[in-house]
């Protein structure tokens, strides 16, 4: 029952409402990601030993330094328009404003740490 | 009911439930993390992180201001970065992260299960979940 959707993912993305549904989307990715990774890196450190020292060389990996920093900063970012949005309720007017707004401080942030992190994996 | 009619009804009215004040606690909470991880990051830089560490590692003391997460830098000197003062910065977060998290999980599994012996399953779960994950970390976090 709760699994049916009335509209497909793609529909869903083309629909009116395209820049606050990608961005529930991301936000869901983001803290499903981050809640993963936060509760097999915290078991890994408990546990140690071999396993627990390979799931760890996993997070230091760069790549997915990359995507982890992806899910963190967009949830960050998302969740403080959030917030701001309710302790607001005024600027309901203005979602779309704030999408804009959200994206033009996500994007340069994310791209700065892409390059940073990037460069300094690859010792250029 | 539209928004904004609920919106006007006054505290009373709409009563003071678990879920409201856990709507509550998520935003606030996001905030709190706000601030831990600002203090970290300029904690670190005050502690020498502008010379020894990159980026990454400094991202990394940020999100968990744990001594652990400094091991494979520049830094000489690892005593100041394991005091008490940092362990309990790091208790703190974690004890915001994981509360948040585990509330965002059972939202999302909120809207796949609608069942109320579903629903009170997931309550159940979760708190299982959360406090097995608050004993493990603080462990980790106080013995590294």
């Known amino acids: 029952m709760g699994l049916r959707r009335n509209v497909s993912l793609t529909t869903a993305l083309r629909y009116k409402g395209q820049g606050t549904f990608l961005t529930y989307i991301l936000h869901r990715i983001g803290g499903l990601g981050m809640a993963i990774f936060i509760t097999t890196h915290i078991l890994a450190s408990f546990l140690g030993g071999k396993g627990g020292v390979w799931v760890n060389t996993i997070y230091e990996n760069w790549l997915f330094q990359i995507f982890i920093f992806f899910c963190t900063l967009f949830h960050a970012v998302n969740g403080l328009r959030i917030i701001i949005v309710d302790l607001f309720p005024k600027l309901i007017t203005y979602q779309r404003e704030t999408l804009w707004i959200e994206w033009a401080v996500f994007l340069p942030l994310f791209g700065f740490a892409v390059f940073v992190i990037t460069s300094t994996a690859l010792g250029v | ?144």
């Open chain 2, 1 to 144: 009911m539209s928004g904004s009619h609920s919106r006007s009804l006054s505290l009373a009215k709409r009563g003071l439930n678990f879920e409201m004040l856990m709507w509550l606690f998520t935003r606030l909470s996001g905030l709190a993390m706000y601030a831990f991880i600002l203090f970290a990051i300029v904690g670190a830089l005050l502690m020498g992180a502008r010379n020894d560490m990159n980026f990454a590692d400094v991202m990394r003391w940020g999100f968990m201001p744990n001594v652990s997460h400094v091991g494979n830098t520049d830094i000489p000197e690892l005593e100041p970065w394991s005091t008490p003062f940092w362990k309990l910065t790091a208790s703190g977060l974690l004890l915001l992260a994981v509360a948040h998290g585990v509330h965002g999980l059972v939202v999302i599994a909120d809207d796949y299960i609608v069942t109320r012996r579903g629903r009170n399953l997931v309550r159940i779960l979760s708190i299982l979940f959360m406090l097995t994950m608050i004993g493990i970390g603080l462990y980790v976090l106080w013995t590294s």
